[in-house]
Nanobody, 125 residues
Framework: QVQLVESGGGLVQAGGSLRLSCAAS????????MGWFRQAPGKEREFVVA????????YYADSVKGRATISRDNAKNTVYLQMNSLKPEDTAVYYC??????????????????WGQGTQVTVSS
């Protein structure tokens, strides 16, 4: 099975940028559909973006569309989430997720079998 480790979170001012990484071990990430989710205190886990196994299809939540870009580097076995023009409402723990049984664009947390431990993103106003 695959193990996922997120990194790249931190404290950033509004308008700034961060690139989150999701590094995999144990399996090749190119065989998984991937997604990023986030969870703010007191709120449910929220979909951010997903990418199909092939990388040919992506889907972004309206809240990040135009400000976020997901990409995958199969050689590094890593998926990235570039976030620009960050807003205080982007503050949350960001999680990456992987799924091997369904290789399309998966929008719901229940569709993913593997999760990382999360990385905190805090955007100050």
């Amino acid at each position: 099975q695959v193990q996922l480790v997120e990194s790249g979170g931190g404290l950033v001012q509004a308008g700034g940028s961060l690139r989150l990484s999701c590094a995999a071990s144990g399996r090749t990430l190119s065989t998984y559909a991937m997604g990023w989710f986030r969870q703010a205190p007191g709120k449910e886990r929220e979909f951010v973006v997903a990418i199909s196994r092939s990388g040919g299809r992506t889907y972004y939540a309206d809240s990040v569309k135009g400000r976020a870009t997901i990409s995958r580097d199969n050689a590094k076995n890593t998926v990235y989430l570039q976030m620009n023009s960050l807003k205080p409402e982007d503050t949350a723990v960001y999680y990456c997720a992987a799924e091997s049984r369904n290789l399309g664009v998966l929008l719901h947390p229940d569709e993913y079998h593997y999760w990382g431990q999360g990385t905190q993103v805090t955007v100050s106003s």
